[in-house]
């Protein structure tokens, strides 16, 4: 009888697995596609650097707004049910993007910015259905996996958009990848009602009798707000969870919005040579891999001492990456840059599953971790606006594309030097649940 409870459970949590991935890989191919978009977009339409900076970050005005919704939604009415509809919403705006940019840049950027509203619920409602059934040990792997999904997203979007525009046109993407959400929408009702999949129902996942009663608990704290989550600050980890997370988003929205864009005017890249964007997504699938594998190997190996495994990540990942950046201005060719770009998103890719992700997760579970999740992508959403915006805001006051990309590295050293400081005060909580923490600020 156990047996067969155990099966049950593991193909309940390995559905569960599955649908979020397969989510998360459709909101980065929505997310991903205007990159590409936008270069055949602003010579149909006219649009200048700035009317392309701005629809580029948009999406990201959505997409701080609704992390701590996500979080507070996912509490109340479970995880799936939020996440479905976020998808629909999603999808839609998908779907309609291709007419608000013939209407106009305006039309266009606010239609990014409600893509993002929707899509900011994401992982905060990832997180608060699949936490508590993770134990510590698998912690790295799992999040491996979400961000490989969230990469071959990336990689499709970047290697199968170009091809799109030479032979049906540039709206055709968005048509694409926008009926592909509904399809995704059906299998989360079909499986989420035959495994019942929702509330409360995930804590029966978990491994061993901890799992049902800490996701109990944790949805009677349900109905606290952004001013409560904001009270984690005060710990020196989530200072450093959150300065790193914060650091890794601008250079990973630099790249991911203008990527295409450097390569062709920097390099020379045009037509569907641009597909090579999607090498450097390539490299940070087996970044994710490696820190994943290697974060778990790490926690192993050194048993409690799970904040060394994870600052050890941060630090090393970040200062190759910013090594790379910084050596792309004294390159010339398309290959070389492609390599250095293929380095850096390995080494941030690696840096951050294996270092400060799985770190959430060590300090939080169920709507703890979903909190938690939405205070650190609120504040690297905003870091990701700032991203997006830099490239424009740097070429226009009279500087390069190298300038722009120095400033990522910066930023990574920056967050070398936090999680140096602060990522191993936690070592004392680490098996702490994080309202512990917060009730004895």
Known sequence: ??????????????????????????????????SIAIIAISEELGWSLADKAQVLSSFFWGYIFTQFLGARLSAQYGGQRVLLWALCGWSTMTIVTPGLCRTSVQAAAVGRALLGLFEGTTFPCIFAIISPMVPSDERGGMLARLNISASVGTIAAFAICPFLVETAGWA??????????????????????????????AGELGKGGGATQRVASDTAVGSRTAQTAL?????????????????????DAMVLSWLPTVMSTRFGVHGTWLSLSSLPYIARIGGAAFGGAYSDRLLNRFGSSTTSARAWLVTTGFTVAAVALGLLGSVSTAALAIGLFSVERFATAAGSVGGYEAAKLDIASGSDAALLQALANSIAAVASLCGAQAISVIVAAGGGWDDALRCAALLYICSVVSYARWGDSSISVATTPLRSLVNGL
């Open 172 to 201: 055709s993407m968005f048509y694409i990848f926008g009926s592909f959400g509904f399809v995704v929408c059906a299998l989360w009702v079909h499986y989420g009602s035959k495994h019942r999949i929702n509330g409360l129902a």
């Open 231 to 251: 009270r984690y600050l005060g710990h020196p980890a989530v200072v450093a969870i959150c300065t790193s997370h914060f650091c890794n988003n601008f250079g």
């Open 1 to 34: 009888m156990g047996t067969a409870g155990t099966t049950t459970g593991n193909e309940t949590r390995n559905t569960v697995f599955s649908l979020c991935l397969a989510t998360v890989f459709l909101s980065l191919c929505d997310r991903v596609q205007m």
